[in-house]
Structures are given as structure tokens and as C-alpha cells.
């Protein structure tokens, strides 16, 4: 029994990961469990998987806790800690040999670093991690020889393509694109689309912020930067390509031209047993892709006019150092703006392109420069919708 | 510089290894060359290669080939041998690391099999080999430590797909299938085809045979019993899906439901250069795969009603012995006298089935037994092909 922490154990991953958990039952065991301010889920999770530590967002959540918990009479309560720190225990949990990192945003930076200073194995769902700080990230497992596997379905898949091939004989990375609810949209219709429309998502059922990303592409661009870390690979060895059907999850091309590709079903829990169990694959519960009773398979190029967002993702990654914690920063507060209707669709692009040429990027030496970068670019882009909003200027 | 030795030069699968010999330039000489009946083009590589051995059919193509080098005024000329022996000692040319089987039909068994009991690397073509004597093939191979590579595009994606992957994580092999000519065509129409609407195959340009081959669509059901013999997994563990635009070129579906798929343009010479310089992958000529551009994929599951060939194959490989090289042999010569308008396409599977049903099979303990089976179901089908033709019964 391999014991797991889960950082964002309440979210669609970290459920996820529990019914993988469930699934192989007997190889992975609960050390610690991550959560926010769903302490009535938390509750339940701690009853079926009895984690020693888990952690809440703050002291109000804990006490909140503890009455879900003397509710239900359970005696063998687990240690509770609070907010980033809180995180962090979990992250560090001594037994712990993988740590899911499924926190959404920022959030889950610190944690994370903490776990792969600790030379433990990271599955990581969590991109912002390493959007934002990607090369601390790869130091740290570098030096601690901590591996860090991706959860993210795209890179999942590349990971996958890549077990058999040396680095150098490796020419580009494709990562898929379903090209969210827009694809065949006007640039017109693009730029005045309402929250509804945005997080109708054609393949694969997700949060609203990474939905929202979907329907800008800046997901896929965030992606790219992903990519960048996680396989050292340049900008321009990571292509983009738009697969409506989101059979193929993602390819590799190697120099002599053979395109090694990764199918499946599009379910998260795939991802999440691969990263757990590799090496080794084991026998999954899922239902078993049917390529014959899928729709024909279709690929576009990526139309980067309607999809600004990609260019942005792309440059960002070039300029490098604080430049994608500016991007990722401006991101989650236009979309946010987005979701609360306070800004139009085509603004997210337009802001984040603005926050970008704003900054000037520093390198990302360590944690509190890329968390400053973050938090200028938050302020600076909050600020810009203020003012438009108060009609000054 | 490798030395190579090939077996079939002057065929497609020959041309196409000369021209990945010369692409690669420098990497690869040519030691030694077997041809049948082709000299002039023989002569014509003699004079760019310089092999130190060549073979062709017989004593008048020996004379033949002397008369094409002395008008050319070649001084450096190599040894000739003919027949079978001298394609066997094509094969075992001292210096030759790799062994390119590309003869077609049962006139490579033997040469392909001296290669390997010597240790060679050999990169098969000729699936023929595996099908008719594939227990022999791979206990040779065993006993000898040599490498079989297969240049079939189907197996050799497989071979791609497999690079990455545990024996016993693997759930089936998936053989993609073009459908050939007759895909959508109705049961009367392809039982009642001419050879000229058979040999118009949808993507693939090949020879004859397998053209038909892949008409009947056994062609597949033969590369069943060769991925068999390669990958050592049983009828059970190897399916095949009709896909019309040979863009993925085969699969493998792993125990955790992923899929491995291997892609590439529809040219021999990706297989040809893959088998030379494996584990090595180098650059290629070849354009690059561009999915942007291509038809949209579709997969079907086969129709065994329309193609019975299909299920003769798998019957054939799960009875075992010499029942393949009966399926085999009855094939060639039924598909024989189809192009030659002897019989109706539909009669094809009719007499494999009778042929198949008329032999009891044997183990396959040595080539003799397997030739032997070999001749008798040539000899059985072509009588019973004459005698209906004479109208007696």
C-alpha cells in the first residue's frame, strides 16, 4: 500500500484520484488530504479513506470540521492545519510517497516546490505551478531527484509517447486541442460571447476557470509553457493542433517522421492512474476506447487570429522569466472578470496582452520574484477594470 | 558504414532500401544483392552499389547479367551466384550486419532462415516467412540471439508502439486495415470483381499480390499470424480496425485502456530506414506527416461476412502447425490464377476454406515439413482449379 497526499482533494481531480484510489483497491492508501472550504465533502473523504493529516483553508473551515466530524461520531480524527501551510504538511507528509498537486491557481505553488525539494513524486494537475514557475520547479526536482509526472491529459499523453524515444531523436511535441465551444466561430461572435456560451465545452467536463481557457485557447497556450518544463523542449519544438473529437489526447514526431500518438477515453482518472502507478500500468476500471464507434477524427491548424491568446502564451514563453507569471496572473483575473460579467469576451486577451507589455520580465530566481510577479500583474490588470468600469482613464 | 545484404533488390521493397541506403548517405554500404530474373536493373545497382556478391534465378540470368556489365564496361565485377543457394549465400555474405527479406513469397523461407540461425539482423519484408514457418523463424532467432525487424508498415508501427511497453501490459495488438478497393462494395459485387477492379487499391502502391491480398483482405489476416510470430501474442490478443486512410498505421492498446498509435506517410522507406537503424531513429527525406491536411480519419470494425478471408486466417493460426503455410500457399495460387482469369475473386476464399479443410495439420518441426505442406496445397488447389475448368469433377 503506497500512501498518496492530495493537495485539492474536494476538486474534480482530487475526487478523482480518490475513485483511482478506491478503484485499485489495496495498492494506494491516504496519508493526507488537502482541501479548501468544502469541509462537508472533506468530512466524508476523511470517514471512507481515514488520512492521519489533513488541511482546510482557515481556522473558521477547521472548526466547521470538527462539527461535520463529532456529527458523524468519528473517534480517530486526523491532524488539521490551515491555509498555505496547512498545505504544505500535506504536501510533506512523511510516509507520503506521491503527491497529487490538483490546487487550482496559484495556490498550489509553495506546496508543490515544497514536495519536490523533498525529493517526493509530484503528479501534477496544477499547470499554473508550472506556468508560473517552471524553472524553480525543474531545479528542485533536479536536485532532490523528485520526478514530476503530469495529470494534465495532454502532457499525460505525451509522457506516455515518450517512454520509448531518446530526447534528441524527439522533433516536436503536438499537444491536442478540442478548440473549445468557438471553434467554428466568427471573430465577431468570439469577442461579444456571454459567460453561457464560453462554458459550453464540447468534450470534456472541467471547472469554469479551465473552461473558460478552453474557449480562449489560452488553456492550450498555458499548455505550451507546461510542455516547456516538463519535457525541456523550446517553443518551437511544441505545436498546437486543433482535434475536435479529443480521441487523440496528444502526439510526438520524431526526426525520421513517424508520429507516435496517445488515445483514450476522455476521463481524468487515466491520467491520474498513470501518474501514480508508473512505471507500471495497471488494469483500469474504465471503459475501453471504441474507435469504431467514435466520429470521424479531425485536425485544423490552430487559427491564432481568432485565438490571439496562443500568440500571447507563445511569446511569454520566449520572453521567459517573469513574463508567463505576469501572463497566468492577468489570465485568471480577466477571466474572473469574465465569469462575473464585468468585462466582454475579447477583453481577456486584450488585457493580458496589455499586463504583459506593461511588465518587464525579470529572471525567476526564486519563489517570492515570480509570487511579486503574480502580484503586479493582478493588481495591475484588477486596477485596468476598474477604471474602465468607473469609465475613467 | 554498415554493410547491408539484400534479399529482392530489384522489387519494391528493394528499390526502396537502396534509395534509404543512398538518403542515408554514408551510413550504409551495400555488401551483397539477390535478384531473379531483373538484371538489367540489377546491373544498374551493381554499377552504383558495388556489391561483393549477387544471386539471380538462374544460369541464363548469370549469362545475362556478365553481357549488361561487360556493355557498361564494368571492370569491378561482383561474385554470381543463382537459385535459392545463391540467395542463401546473399544472406550470409560474411560482412552483412543487417539482412533485408524482401523476396516475395516462399522463395525467402529458406535464405531468411540461414540469416537468422546466423545471427543476423534481419528486417522481413517478406511476411510470407513468418506465416508459413514463423515457429521455425523465431526459434532460429532465439537460439541464435538475432533481430527480427519487421518492414511490413503495419508491424513496424507496432514495433514503434511497443518501444515503451511491458509484455504483460500490453491487451492486444491492433492491425489497421485500408479495407482495399472493395471496402463499401456489396457481397455479389465483390464475389463477381475482375482483376483490374482489384488491383486499384485505395492508398497503398504495391505489387500484385499483395494488392489483391488486401482486395480479400487477407493480406491482414495474414499480418494476424505475423504479428503472432513477432510479438508473440495469440489470436485473441490481436484485432484489426478498418481504417481507410492509412494515416495511423497500426496500434497497441495497453492494460490501463491507453492506446499507442503510430502515424506517418503512407512510404515503404519510413519501415525500411526505422528496421536499418533501429534502436537509432534518424532524420528522413521523407515530407513530414502534415494531420492539418489530411482527410479525416475514420475506423470501422472489419466485416468478416464480405471478407471471409479474415476468418480462415485466424482459424488457421489458432489450429497452428502447418495449417498457415497451407492457408498460405492455397492463397498464392488461388490469387495466381485470379489475375490470370482462371477463377471468379470470390472462389479465392472458397478454395483457401476447401484447401485448409482437406489438410490435416502437422506440427512445424523443421522447413521440410512446412515446404512439404507448402507443395501439397499448391498442388491441391491448382488441380482443383484445372479440373474445374475441364469441367470434371
Not at 520547479?137 to 503530469?150: I, Q
Not at 481557457?213 to 507546461?226: F, H, R, Y
Amino acid at each position: 500500500m503506497k500512501p498518496i497526499s492530495i493537495l485539492g482533494s474536494t476538486g474534480s481531480i482530487g475526487r478523482n484520484t480518490l475513485r483511482v484510489v478506491e478503484s485499485l483497491n489495496g495498492d494506494f492508501k491516504v496519508a493526507a488530504l488537502g482541501a479548501g472550504t468544502n469541509v462537508e465533502l472533506l468530512a466524508e473523504q476523511i470517514i471512507q479513506f481515514q488520512p492521519r493529516i489533513v488541511a482546510v483553508a482557515d481556522e473558521k473551515c477547521a472548526e466547521q470540521l470538527d462539527e461535520h466530524l463529532h456529527a458523524k461520531s468519528v473517534t480517530k480524527k486526523p491532524k488539521v492545519s490551515i491555509g498555505v501551510e496547512g498545505l504544505c504538511e500535506v504536501a510533506l507528509c512523511d510516509e507520503a510517497e506521491v503527491v497529487i498537486g490538483a490546487v487550482v491557481g496559484a495556490l498550489g505553488l509553495l506546496p508543490t516546490y515544497r514536495a519536490l525539494e523533498a525529493g517526493r513524486r509530484v503528479a501534477l494537475a496544477n499547470k499554473e505551478t508550472l506556468v508560473i514557475a517552471g524553472e524553480l520547479m525543474r531545479k528542485a526536482a533536479e536536485k532532490s531527484g523528485a520526478e514530476l509526472l503530469p495529470v494534465d491529459s495532454e502532457h499525460n499523453a505525451l509522457h506516455q509517447c515518450l517512454r520509448g524515444e531518446q530526447h534528441a531523436e524527439v522533433k516536436r511535441l503536438i499537444l491536442t486541442a478540442s478548440g473549445g465551444p468557438f471553434r467554428t466561430a466568427s471573430k465577431e461572435t468570439i469577442e461579444n460571447a456571454t459567460p453561457a456560451e464560453a462554458l459550453k465545452h464540447p468534450t470534456w467536463r472541467m471547472g469554469d476557470k479551465i473552461t473558460i481557457d478552453s474557449a480562449t485557447m489560452m488553456n492550450k497556450g498555458l499548455e505550451v509553457i507546461e510542455a516547456h518544463w516538463l519535457f525541456n523542449r523550446s517553443a518551437d519544438e511544441i505545436s498546437i493542433i486543433v482535434h475536435p473529437q479529443s480521441v487523440v489526447h496528444s502526439m510526438v514526431e520524431l526526426v525520421d517522421g513517424s508520429i507516435i500518438a496517445q488515445m483514450g477515453v476522455t476521463d481524468m482518472r487515466h491520467a491520474i492512474q498513470y501518474a501514480l502507478t508508473y512505471p507500471a500500468r495497471l488494469t483500469s476500471e474504465l471503459p475501453p476506447l471504441n474507435l469504431a464507434t467514435c466520429s470521424k477524427l479531425e485536425f485544423y491548424e490552430p487559427d491564432t487570429e481568432r485565438f490571439p491568446c496562443i500568440t500571447l502564451a507563445y511569446d511569454a514563453l520566449r520572453t521567459g522569466g517573469t513574463m508567463p507569471a505576469v501572463l497566468n496572473a492577468a489570465n485568471e483575473i480577466a477571466v474572473a472578470a469574465f465569469l462575473d460579467e464585468r468585462i466582454k469576451f475579447g477583453q481577456i486577451p486584450a488585457l493580458i496582452r496589455a499586463a504583459c507589455e506593461a511588465h518587464t520580465s525579470q529572471p525567476a530566481t526564486d519563489l517570492e520574484t515570480v509570487i511579486a510577479a503574480d502580484a503586479w500583474a493582478r493588481n495591475w490588470v484588477s486596477e485596468k477594470i476598474q477604471r474602465a468600469a468607473s469609465g475613467s482613464h
